[in-house]
């Protein structure tokens, strides 16, 4: 596949699942999603599932799944109109320009995650920068992601504030996580996560159920998807299009999608990197992950770290310095509620931390080691990775 022409190759990511999109796509979309005679909307949809489990107003279309955060609300199937299909199709997944209005929400962006995450340089595994430069770009209709932009725009910084970037995303803005690819031994069958790209950053719940339907397609550990959140189904060929996908197509872990989705995972991903002629992109690690201490400040202002995996959480609060004397067990107190952990030594309090979820508190425990003091709370949602310790800055 290196020696493909670049014709070649954009057909090949075509014919495996990857959208590519052009302004000229977008704009015909916005007048289809308009109008007196438009179709439901996917939020219309939404909201009249509590009311009749049958598509909103009678809608014909294709079918695709709404999965909601709430595990005490159903997975149900709502549908891709026909109208909408035939105006904007037939080539290309229409999902990601239905659902996108669910995802403007007005949500305010946390500060902080927003800084820690701009401080990496990532977001859901890619540049910050480039996220907002292309979400500007998408708003305006200017330039597709499949156009090089001018030489003087690369040249220039992009400066982001979490306003610049809510207003980039004030529309919607949808991340297409794959659970698997289209391929030969499918039958050129792909079925994709839709969700809101920058639901972490807004503190929406976590979906657990997504994260479980991502654990079963072989991804380990297991991806975090905030919000409520869409699945649906693709075909390549003979071009890429919608087809139907329904709640027990998901809920069902022995469908044959899901069993053959790990390996066939494995083995996209090989050809892909094949195709590009580049290594496959990898999720960024979380805070605290992968056995990396990530470091937060005390109330003393002296410095503390923590580690983190998917049941718990452990924190390491140094008591004295090096050169003072030992540590005088007796004068340690620690206090563990359901979401704040307090350290005090000798009446004088070290760590404060109103902790990002929630803890059990009965599994939380503390031993010294030398001058330090380890902390060990299980958190109360196992499978639970957290994007920081604090829950707000």
Same mark, same amino acid.
């Given at each position: ?42 939020? +219309?949809?939404?909201?009249? &599932? @509590?009311? !009749? /489990?049958?598509?909103? $107003?009678?809608?014909? *279309? ?22 909408l299909v035939e105006a904007l199709g037939p080539a290309g997944d229409i999902i990601p320009t239905y659902v996108k209005s669910f995802f ?35 708003q305006l209709g200017t330039v597709s992601e499949d156009e090089p932009a001018p030489a003087e725009?690369? +040249?220039?910084?992009?400066? &982001? @504030?979490? !306003? /610049?970037?809510?207003? $980039?995303?004030?529309? *919607? ?221």
């Amino acid at each position: 596949m290196s020696d493909m022409t670049p014709t070649e190759r954009e057909q090949w990511l075509r014919d495996h699942g990857v959208q590519i999109e052009s302004s000229a796509d977008r704009r015909k979309a916005e007048s289809a999603l308009s109008g007196t005679d438009r179709p439901p909307s996917i939020i +219309e949809q939404v909201q009249s &599932l @509590s009311l !009749s /489990s049958s598509n909103a $107003a009678g809608e014909s *279309g294709v079918k695709f799944v709404y999965l909601p955060h709430d595990t005490s609300k159903p997975i149900q199937t709502v549908c891709l109109p026909s109208r909408l299909v035939e105006a904007l199709g037939p080539a290309g997944d229409i999902i990601p320009t239905y659902v996108k209005s669910f995802f403007a929400d007005g949500r305010s962006i946390d500060e902080k995650i927003f800084k820690d995450q701009a401080a990496k340089q990532n977001l859901l595994g890619g540049d910050m920068e480039k996220f907002a430069a292309n979400a500007k770009k998408k708003q305006l209709g200017t330039v597709s992601e499949d156009e090089p932009a001018p030489a003087e725009e690369e +040249e220039k910084k992009t400066t &982001l @504030s979490s !306003s /610049s970037l809510m207003n $980039a995303t004030a529309g *919607g803005s949808v991340e297409t996580f794959p659970l698997v690819r289209p391929s030969k031994t499918n039958k050129n069958e792909g079925v994709y996560i839709y969700l809101d790209e920058v639901g972490m950053l807004k503190h929406l719940s976590l979906n657990t159920r997504a994260s479980q339907l991502a654990q079963q397609c072989g991804y380990h550990p297991a991806p975090n998807f905030y919000g409520d959140v869409f699945v649906g189904r693709v075909s390549s060929k003979p071009m890429l299009h919608n087809i139907d996908i329904e709640s027990g197509d998901i809920m069902d872990t022995t469908k044959e999608w899901i069993v053959r989705a790990p390996h066939e995972n494995v083995l996209w991903q090989q050809a892909i990197n094949e195709a590009t002629g580049r290594s496959g992109e990898t999720q960024p690690n979380h805070a605290g992950t992968e056995g990396v201490a990530a470091e937060a400040t005390g109330n003393d202002g002296c410095s503390y770290s923590w580690l983190q995996n998917e049941e718990e959480v452990e924190l390491t609060v140094p008591l004295i310095g090096d050169g003072d004397e030992a540590v005088n067990k007796r004068l340690i107190k620690v206090s563990f509620l359901p979401q704040k952990v307090v350290v005090k030594y000798s009446s004088e309090c070290k760590v404060e931390v109103e902790l990002y979820s929630k803890i059990d508190v009965d599994g939380c425990t503390w031993t010294l080691d030398k001058r330090n003091l380890v902390i060990t709370c299980e958190k109360a949602r196992d499978g639970e990775i957290w994007p920081r310790l604090e829950l707000s800055g």
